[in-house]
């Protein structure tokens, strides 16, 4: 069986997209999404990403990261989807609704709210989330925040100096984050916030919308930058506002790089 599918990126975060929303296939589970999210001998991919149909919004999107983990949430994701949609629509994720809205060349997405109650996190313990007393090395005084999935966010004077490659990963299998945690190095400057990510089951990306949205929450919180700011990562920049109250706006770009089939007995 024949199986069409999309390959999209944003900022260089790339993603499989599998339309269902007008037909169903067969179940996708983490061993389908780990062989089509190989770089070798899959199509290659940061996520999969499946859409289908919904009973509470104009239509549902699930997110598989390419170690094969299902999460909830994922903002470059969003903006592709919203750019394929070509239309304002209500997305159902893991994570809750979200709306987007494609605008020229990428899409602006309504984020929801920030939540920072250690439990939402969450936390194998309870702790202050705008202050946690947790370090790795040199990286200290952590802030955490769900943006639809688990971030941890650090600001440094010098970015390039993190090792995130060999951190990430320890910081994301902490035992005080039981469901694992995206990480997020940051560092201020003049025209914004740079920005790296190891992201939860994918490792280094050359962007993270989520992330971008955490750690923006977290500077404007802490009084680093004001609203709306621009989070430089190594894919590019996104937009980010937040008025310290309501739902987080992201805006920046996302494009189609090509359409395929393949033979779904291939990699179930």
Known sequence: MRVPFIKMHGLGNDFVVLDRREQAGEPVGPAV???LADRHAGIGCDQLILLEPSASADFAMRIFNSDGSEVEAC??????????????AR???????????????????DMGKPRF???????????????????WDT????????VGNPHIVFFVHDLDAVD??????????DPVFPNRINVNVAQVVPDGIRLRVWERGAGLTRACGTGACATAVVAIRRKLVPSPVTVHLPGGALDIAW??????????PAVE???GTFEWSDYA
């Not at 109650?117 to 370090?135: G, V, Y």
């Not at 990286?139 to 769900?146: F, G, M, R, S, T």
Request: net charge negative; glycine share 12%; no cysteine.
């Open 139 to 146: 990286l200290e005084n952590p802030a955490a925040v769900n």
């Open 164 to 173: 995130l490659e060999a951190i990430g990963p320890v910081i994301e299998h």
């Open 257 to 259: 790089s090509f359409r």
């Open 33 to 35: 999404a780990q062989a």
């Open 75 to 88: 903002g470059n994701a969003s903006r592709a989807v919203a750019v394929l949609h070509g239309r304002p």
């Open 117 to 135: 109650d250690w439990d939402a996190i969450p936390l194998a313990e309870a702790m202050d989330t705008a202050a946690l007393p947790l370090a």
């Open 91 to 109: 997305i159902e994720t893991r994570g809750g609704l979200i709306a987007v809205e494609a605008d020229g060349s990428g899409a602006s997405v």
């Open 243 to 252: 008025d310290g109250d309501g739902a987080i706006s992201m805006t920046g």
